[in-house]
C-alpha cells in the first residue's frame, strides 16, 4: 500500500489514490515513507493542501494523510503529514521534484514502518485520532522487535475488537530518530471504550503472549515518552477534474430514493449526502449488505432504485431479474477500480518467474493460456445474454508450453503452470472480461483465495494466495494471475506487460495506465438500474446517475480513494445509457 500522510492533529485521511512507479522492473521494492512535521503552535503554510492534493492526484505520491492537532497544550505537532511512496525511485525523484517545494517551515523526516495495521472500509471524517512521540533509548533494531513484540499484538487485539480501524509505527531514520505511533479509532465511542477493553486484553497478552510480557517488564527502559496528540483528520481539497461535466439538476428528486447494494468502501454514502445537497427534498436512504450479490435482487424485489456492487455481476445473479421483467439490468460503469489497494477492485497482474524470458503477453495469448477449448460463449444480444459460437476455439488454440510463447531453449518445451484466485468476485471477472464467460481453465490452474477466506489450520494455509506466489519465486515454469499488492513483496516475481485485445504496445501495470484505462486487465465499480428496453429511466434514478457521473460526483469518488475517477471519454459512454 502506498500512502502520503499528513496528520493535522484532526482526523486520518481519506484514503488516496495510488500512484505509479516510475522505474518499471523484475522485483518489487519496498514502498518509501516520509514524514512531514509542523510544529505545534505554528500556523499551516498556504498552499500546502492543494500541493499535496495534485501529488496524489497525479500520482507523484502513492497516498496522503493528513491530521491536524486537536489539543491547545503539549502537542507534538500541529500538523503532521505522512508521505508514502511505492518505491525509491519514486521517492529519489520527488527529492528532486517535490520536495523543492514544500513551505521550509515543516521539518521532513525519511522513516521505516516498524508495524501496521488496518480494516477497512472506514470513514475517517467520523475517527479519533491519537498519535504518540516515543525517543528510543537502544537501537533501531531493538526498536522494531518491540514493534512486532509488543505495540502489534496489542493494536491487533483493539482491530479485533472493533475499536480500532489503523494504526502504524513509524521510526525516523538516522540517531536520534523519533518514534511515533499513529492510531485512528472507529468514532469517539470507540476511542472512550478504548481504555477499559485494553484493561482486560493486556492480561490476557501477557498470559497468552511469552514475548508481550517479556517485553512489558523492559518497555520503560526501551524508549523515553514524549507528548500524546489528540489528533483530526483533515480531508485534502478534491482532484481537479476540469474534463468532466458538472452537476446540473434536471429534475427535482423529492420523496424516497432507495440505494440497497455495496457501500463501495463508504463512497455510496458519500455520494448519497452529496446528491441531497442538490436534492433537499430527497429521502435517500442506503442499506448495505455483506455481498454485492444481492445488489440486483433488491431491485427486483422490488425495494431499491439503484444497486451498487462491488463486484462484476454474475449472469446468475441477473437471471431472476430477467426472469421477473423480461430484460436484463442495465451495467453503469461509475469508477475504475484502483492499482492495488486491497478492497479496491485492484487491476489483475500477470505474474511470471524472474528469470522468465518473456515480458509482455497478448490478451489473447492469456485467454489461450488460462482458458481452454470451447463451443462458444455468452455475450448480451438485445438485452439479453445469449450463447454464440462467436468465441468458439478448438484444443489446437490452447496455449499449454512456453515455446508456444516464443521462449526457446531448454524452457521452450516446458508447461505453462497456471494459478489465480478462486473467488467468485475475482474469478467472474477472468472469465467475464478475459474468457467471454466461460468458465473452462486450463486443467492445470490452481485455485487459490485470501488467506482471511481460508480455513484456519494447515489445510487452509496451502491454498492462500500468497502460496502461489511463494512456488512462482522458485518455479520458472509458472505464470498466475494475481494482486500487485501481493507480488511487489516477492523479489523473485516479475509482472509482464499485456498486449490489449485490439493489439499495439503492450502496456505496464501502473497507477496512471489503470487511471487512464488504458492497462488491459482493470476492473470497474458498477451501479445496476432497472430500464426497459426502449422506455426512459425512472426520473430520480436518471437524477441520481447523472450526480455520480458528474464532476461533483466522480470527486467525491476520488476523493474517498479506493478508485479512480472516470476518464472523461468513458464517463461520456455512460452517460449515453441514461437516455
Known amino acids: 500500500m502506498r500512502r502520503i500522510v499528513i496528520f493535522r492533529s484532526k482526523r486520518l485521511t481519506g484514503l488516496l489514490l495510488a500512484m505509479s512507479t516510475l522505474f518499471a522492473g523484475p522485483a518489487f521494492a519496498d514502498p518509501a515513507h516520509v514524514l512531514l512535521r509542523l510544529p505545534a503552535g505554528a500556523r499551516t503554510p498556504e498552499g500546502l493542501a492543494s500541493t499535496l492534493s495534485a501529488w496524489r492526484q497525479s500520482g507523484q ?36 521534484e517535490g520536495q523543492p517545494k514544500l513551505p521550509t517551515a515543516l521539518e521532513i523526516k525519511r522513516v ?24 528510543p533509548a537502544v537501537p533501531a533494531a531493538k526498536t522494531r522487535e518491540f514493534a512486532h513484540g509488543y505495540i502489534k499484538p496489542l493494536m491487533d487485539g483493539q482491530i479485533a475488537g472493533k475499536l480500532l480501524m489503523r494504526y502504524t509505527m513509524y521510526l525516523e531514520r538516522g540517531e536520534g530518530g523519533k518514534n511515533w505511533l499513529l492510531m485512528e479509532y472507529r468514532d469517539p465511542v470507540a476511542f472512550e471504550k478504548s481504555e477499559a477493553f485494553k484493561g482486560v486484553l493486556r492480561p490476557r497478552l501477557l498470559a497468552e503472549n511469552a514475548t508481550y510480557a517479556a517485553f512489558d517488564k523492559v518497555k520503560e527502559g526501551l524508549r523515553k515518552t514524549g507528548p500524546e496528540t489528540m489528533a483530526e483528520y483533515k480531508e485534502l481539497p478534491p482532484p481537479q477534474l476540469p474534463g468532466l461535466p458538472s452537476y446540473k439538476p434536471e429534475f427535482k428528486v423529492v420523496g424516497g430514493f432507495r440505494i440497497v447494494g455495496s457501500e463501495l468502501k463508504n463512497a455510496v454514502n458519500q455520494l448519497a449526502e452529496g446528491f441531497a445537497q442538490f436534492h433537499p427534498e430527497a429521502k435517500v436512504s442506503t442499506s448495505h449488505i455483506p455481498s454485492s450479490e444481492g445488489g440486483i435482487a433488491g431491485l427486483y424485489m422490488g425495494v431499491s432504485d439503484v444497486a451498487p456492487m462491488g463486484d462484476d455481476a454474475k449472469i446468475t445473479d441477473m437471471m431472476p431479474f430477467y426472469n421477473t421483467f423480461g430484460y436484463m439490468p442495465t451495467e453503469i460503469s461509475v469508477a475504475t477500480g484502483g492499482y492495488e489497494k486491497r478492497g479496491s477492485l485492484f487491476a489483475w497482474a500477470i505474474a511470471v518467474n524472474k528469470d522468465n524470458p518473456i515480458n509482455e503477453i497478448s490478451i489473447d495469448q492469456l ?3 488460462f482458458g481452454s477449448e470451447r463451443s462458444g460463449g455468452w455475450e448480451l444480444y438485445n438485452g439479453d445474454y445469449k450463447f454464440t459460437s462467436k468465441f468458439a476455439r478448438d484444443r489446437s488454440t490452447n496455449i499449454r508450453n512456453w515455446g508456444q510463447l516464443g521462449v526457446r531453449g531448454a524452457l521452450a518445451k516446458k508447461e505453462i503452470e497456471t494459478f ?11 472469465q467475464r472480461h478475459l474468457l467471454h464467460w466461460s468458465y473452462k481453465m486450463n486443467p492445470n490452474f490452481k485455485e487459490y483465495v485470501e488467506a482471511k477466506q481460508t480455513v484456519p489450520d494447515t489445510l487452509g494455509a496451502a491454498v492462500a494466495s500468497t502460496v502461489g506466489l511463494e512456488e512462482l519465486s522458485k518455479n520458472p515454469n509458472g505464470m498466475g494471475i494475481v494482486a500487485l499488492m501481493h507480488a511487489k513483496n516477492y523479489p523473485n516475481v516479475k509482472i509482464l506487460n499485456v498486449i490489449p485485445r485490439s493489439g499495439g504496445a503492450a502496456v505496464p501495470l501502473t497507477p496512471d495506465t489503470v487511471a487512464n484505462r488504458t492497462y488491459p486487465l482493470i476492473r470497474d465499480a458498477y451501479f445496476y438500474v432497472n430500464r426497459a428496453p426502449g422506455q426512459k429511466l425512472d426520473p430520480k434514478v436518471r437524477e441520481f446517475m447523472r450526480f455520480v457521473l458528474s464532476r461533483e460526483g466522480q470527486e467525491i469518488i476520488a476523493r474517498v480513494g479506493y478508485y479512480y475517477p472516470l476518464t472523461a471519454e468513458y464517463l461520456a459512454e455512460q452517460l449515453k445509457k441514461l437516455d
Not at 493528513?66 to 525511485?89: H, N, T, Y
Not at 489465480?420 to 477472468?430: H, L, Q
Open 61 to 96: 505520491v502513492s497516498d496522503v494523510l493528513w491530521l491536524e492537532s486537536d489539543q491547545e497544550k503539549d502537542s507534538g505537532f500541529a500538523d503532521f503529514i505522512a508521505l508514502e511512496f511505492p518505491s525509491e525511485g519514486s521517492y529519489d525523484a520527488w527529492t528532486r
Open 112 to 135: 521505516d514502518v516498524l508495524t501496521h495495521g488496518e480494516k477497512t472500509p472506514r470513514d475517517s471524517n467520523n475517527s479519533v485520532f491519537k498519535v504518540n512521540l516515543y525517543e
Open 367 to 369: 485467454d489461450r493460456v
Open 420 to 430: 489465480g484466485y478462486a473467488a467468485p468476485g475475482f474469478a467472474i471477472a477472468i
